[in-house]
């Protein structure tokens, strides 16, 4: 890796405190509201008098989550221990589908023209992340203008994981970037817009895939189990008329299962069986500091990463998605705390959805049948599940902290950047998990899909390998003579 210029690294350096710019400045801690009683959110508190006070990026975008302490668990240990033992089941097939070779439906059968979010080159970076808070698909596509049909490149939570990252200090250019990193960080800071033309890049590319809405299923499936995540689907006119991710596909495979025996067949099978996923594996300990995990995944070229104790037990799972948690300077001192003290807040965060209670169970084992870990992926909304075996003693366990003198004495609760951080043996469903041994990944469930079906998708390491590459990001020395590597490569 190149260094930089002493003199031009000067502002990246500056910028180690992890402070995020005006961009995302909040006002000053308002008193927070009293304890909510029922499940529904409150107004944010950081809405209490901002009079005079310029809107931030993250105010107009979201309410910050309230305190893990301020609710109770969503699940008890016996309900994830039964969630784990009878994942979701099929929702009720489509009748459109019966009857029908899965090799003959069309990729435009799939899709809505509903799930497609536009953002233009010359949208600020906000403007794009709030498209992407409201894509159902968990990616904005970017054209040239709005009179553009063509698809120049997308935006997604990887993306937004690296201009944090950026911004607050944690990533060092390249020579040939120096200028291009202080001018952004520049503008970051005095709170200026800065145009998705600009950062591009700054962004891990993955290959842009456009397929015609009469191109069979196959095509796609071929194309998603080679390791792409996302296909752009367009008509005769060449207009964009969805976005067919791999979660989509699982997802209609796992429903519609019923009518294609040849996929149906491999769901009762064990995963040891089938040999499907692989041992390599990149984990962060939960102690370490969130930083460590997001500057890994932009490294890495991944989506997620586990979350394991001094045992190498999974307790967690923090994905790019994640992010969406850290767009305001109340949240910055989350990027310093622990990994396990950022997983409660993200449950906090997810708290009630849709009237029923939610606790994501990231892990399978390799005892797991095809369809029970096909189940979780698609009940989840993930993108991997981690394989474990058997419990390890952990050599320390977190302590539990105490709680602070304010919160202590009756006083307003912390904000989630400075509440106490919730032990790993405190969550629930946190001592079900086993030893990391693997990951099993949506890519590994449609690859061994196309084959059984005869199709001869791509070797997926190429892609992984591709994602790894174009990251134009490396994490500064200062993380790695800090603390040493909790990374597991198995």
């Known amino acids: 890796m190149a260094s930089s210029p002493a003199a031009g690294a000067r502002v990246i350096a500056d910028q180690s405190d992890h402070s995020l710019p005006e961009q995302f400045s909040s006002a000053s801690t308002a008193v ?38 301020h609710r109770p668990a969503s699940l008890t240990q016996a309900a994830v221990q039964e969630l784990m033992n009878h994942p979701p089941t099929k929702k009720p097939g489509n009748s459109k589908f019966t009857g029908r070779e899965w090799s003959d439906i069309t990729v435009g059968e799939l899709v809505s023209p509903d799930d497609v979010c536009w ?43 690296t201009y944090l990252l950026l911004v607050v200090g944690l990533t060092k250019p390249e ?11 520049s503008k ?25 809405a009469s191109s069979s299923l196959a095509q796609a499936i071929e194309t998603l189990g080679s390791g792409i995540h996302r296909i752009i689907i367009s008509d005769l006119s060449n207009h964009v008329v969805g976005v067919m991710s791999q979660l989509r596909v699982a997802d209609f495979f796992w429903n519609e299962g019923v009518n294609f025996p040849l996929i149906e067949r491999l769901y009762p099978v064990l995963l040891r069986d089938l040999s499907i996923g692989t041992q390599k594996t990149i984990s962060v300990n939960s102690d370490s500091p969130l930083s460590e995990a997001l500057t890994t995944m932009n490294k890495e070229g991944l989506t997620s990463v586990a979350v394991v104790d001094n045992g190498h037990n999974v ?22 705390s622990s990994c396990m003290h950022f997983i409660s807040v993200i449950l906090n965060e997810r708290g009630v959805e849709k009237g029923q209670d939610t606790f994501p169970v990231f892990y399978v084992s390799p005892y797991s049948s095809l369809a029970h870990t096909v189940a979780k992926l698609v009940a989840t909304r993930s993108h991997r599940m981690w394989v474990v075996e058997s419990a390890s003693p952990s050599p320390s366990a977190p302590a539990t902290p105490l709680l602070s003198a304010k919160a202590s004495s009756g006083g307003a609760p912390p904000s989630p950047a400075t509440a106490a951080a919730v032990p790993a043996s405190a969550l629930a469903g946190a001592g079900l998990s086993g030893k990391l041994a693997g990951v099993v990944s949506l890519t590994d469930v449609l690859n061994i899909f196309a084959k059984t079906t005869g199709l001869k998708p791509g070797d997926p390491s190429e892609q992984r390998a591709r994602r790894r590459r174009s990251s134009s990001s490396s994490i500064r020395p200062s993380l790695d003579l800090t603390r040493a590597s909790t990374d597991s490569r198995r």
């Open 119 to 161: 953002v233009e080159l010359d949208d600020s970076v906000e403007d794009a992340t709030k498209m992407l808070l409201k894509s159902r698909t968990n990616v904005v596509l970017v054209r040239d203008s709005k009179t553009s049909n063509s698809v120049t490149s997308t935006f997604d939570y990887s993306d937004l994981n």
């Open 175 to 185: 020579d040939y970037q120096v200028t291009l990193f202080n001018d952004i960080i």
């Open 315 to 336: 307790v967690g799972n923090i994905s790019t998605k994640d992010v969406r948690h850290l767009t305001s300077t109340s949240s910055a001192p989350l990027l310093d």
């Open 32 to 69: 927070p509201s009293a304890p909510r009683q029922s499940s529904q959110r409150s107004p944010s508190n950081s809405s209490v008098n901002l009079s005079g006070h310029r809107l931030s990026f993250a105010e107009n975008m979201r309410a910050m989550p309230a305190s893990p302490r």
């Open 188 to 212: 970051a800071q005095e709170g200026q817009s800065i145009a998705l033309r600009t950062l591009q890049p700054m962004f891990c590319r993955e290959a842009t895939v456009q397929l015609d």
